[in-house]
């Protein structure tokens, strides 16, 4: 496996509709339809379940699959996060981050140059426990030649 079969990021939510509906706000995404179906499983006691599973997917490269909470399963929310950041490309990083803050979704960090920010990216955390990531589209060639350097 390489880093680039990576297709999806999952993200267990408290209310699916709801969530379906702020990343439409915070990101535009376009959603497949709400998929429930009955899934057989088989934990790693060699224990074997069935579980009404209810889920989404975002219909746009990077895909994110939503998932409904489920108490009693591996499917729930916890007070961490295993995502710190879902990050996109910004060709204009105040306006992309204004709009975050405008849709409630408060700014946590932005980076600067000198007195200067925000520079480069702003990180934004949103209710969900989820933090959007802008980058600045400037740095897409250096940052994709570094990330697929060999040194």
Same mark, same amino acid.
């Not at 989404?56 to 729930?76: A, N």
């Not at 879902?86 to 803050?101: E, H, N, Q």
């Not at 959007?132 to 990330?147: H, S």
């Given at each position: ?10 993200? !267990? ?14 990101? =535009?995404? *376009? ?15 060699? !224990? ?5 599973? *209810?889920?989404?997917?975002? *219909? ?11 108490? =009693?399963?591996?499917? !729930? ?9 879902? =990050? ?15 849709? =409630? ?34 740095? *897409? ?11």
């Amino acid at each position: 496996m390489s880093i680039s079969e990576l297709y999806h990021v999952g993200i !267990v939510v408290p209310d699916l509709e709801a969530a379906c509906a702020r990343f439409t706000t915070l990101l =535009g995404a *376009k959603w497949g339809p709400i998929v429930a179906r009955e899934v057989e499983l088989q934990d790693g006691d060699g !224990v074997d379940h069935v579980e009404l599973h *209810k889920v989404c997917y975002s *219909k746009e490269p990077p895909y994110i699959e939503l998932m409904q909470e489920l108490p =009693g399963s591996t499917w !729930v929310c916890n007070e961490f996060s295993n995502i710190h950041h879902i =990050g996109f490309w910004s060709d204009d990083l105040a306006a992309d981050s204004l709009s975050l803050i405008g849709a =409630g979704c408060p700014l946590e960090m932005a980076g600067r140059n000198g007195g200067a920010a925000p520079a480069a990216h702003v990180n934004h955390f949103d209710p969900l426990g989820i933090r959007i990531e802008y980058v600045d589209a400037i740095q *897409k060639p250096m940052l994709e030649a570094f990330l697929t350097s060999k040194a």
